[in-house]
């Protein structure tokens, strides 16, 4: 009995590993594919500022399947994200849409701070900074500063001296700098202390449970007066309900994202969506 269930344990190692290699070589063979085709899209989720107005968007990445399925989440596709060559591709294809769409809004009178999402791959890219470059000389009259990169800790934590000159070389272009889902690596308030940032985005793990559970409200607390402190914008992400929002009110984030205030849409609704944009409530 002992043998069989050692044996059985062996299969299901196998199976869980080969599973797992199935699902990287599957999102890395769709991105191929969607590159192609041109089947990569993004959709903008609005962030509000508490005394009213629209800040800005992030932008998220969408796979169009083309088929019933629809639109597909960076979930079923990170593998893609993390491979050197994809991830450049992907992240060029994502800073060229989302400043374009930028200079877009700002064309037509919304001026929008664009946060794009930058894979650890592509920002320890060797051809990272020619990339921005790049995007920097095709749009010269888009504010610098209505760029902002979101990184998260990943990025870092693979290779830490070469992410800290790019990051600062990034910032003295003027472009922002946005901790993404803070706090959920093993080093971010070493982050914080040695990468320049203007934003912390606090990760929805910790937003979530603020109203139920009192360590959540405690975390969250404590990050946001630690930002006060040092003069950084805090941006609490997976904001899903009123209640939430009054919460993180109270404790003096300066910045809401989540469901309760939109979802990601298609770029074309934004302006509508900003247009009608009434304040959920106002803090003061
Ligand atoms: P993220 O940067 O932390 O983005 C926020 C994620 O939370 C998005 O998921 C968004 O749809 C979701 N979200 C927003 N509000 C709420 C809410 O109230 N409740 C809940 N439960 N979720 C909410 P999405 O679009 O599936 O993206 C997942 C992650 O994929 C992103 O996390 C980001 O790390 C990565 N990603 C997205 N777009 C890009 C991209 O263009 N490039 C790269 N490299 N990564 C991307
Ligand atoms: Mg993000
Ligand atoms: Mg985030
Ligand atoms: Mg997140």
Known sequence: AAKAAGRNGYVFYNEALEAKQQLIAEGIHMAEQALADNRFVLWYQPLVALHGHVLGVEALLRLDTGRAEGLLNPGHFFSALDHPLLARKI?????????????????????????????????????????????????????????????????????????????????????????DDFGTGNASLTYLQRLPAQTIKIDQSFVRDILVDNKDLAIVAGVTSTAQALGLEIVAEGVESLGHARKLADLGVNVLQGFAIAEPMPAEKISNWVKNYKPIFCAD
Do not use: K
């Not at 934590?157 to 700098?177: K, R, V």
């Open 91 to 179: 992240g060029r294809f994502v800073l060229n849409t989302a400043v374009h769409q930028g200079m877009l809004w700002l064309n037509q009178g919304f001026s929008l701070r664009v946060g794009i999402n930058i894979s650890a791959r592509h920002l320890l890219d060797s051809e990272f900074m020619q990339d921005i470059h790049a995007i920097l000389a095709r749009y010269p009259d888009f504010p610098r500063e209505l760029i902002e990169l979101e990184v998260t800790e990943s990025a870092p934590m693979l290779d830490f001296p070469s992410a800290i000159s790019t990051l600062q070389a990034i910032n003295a272009l003027g472009i922002h700098i946005a901790l």
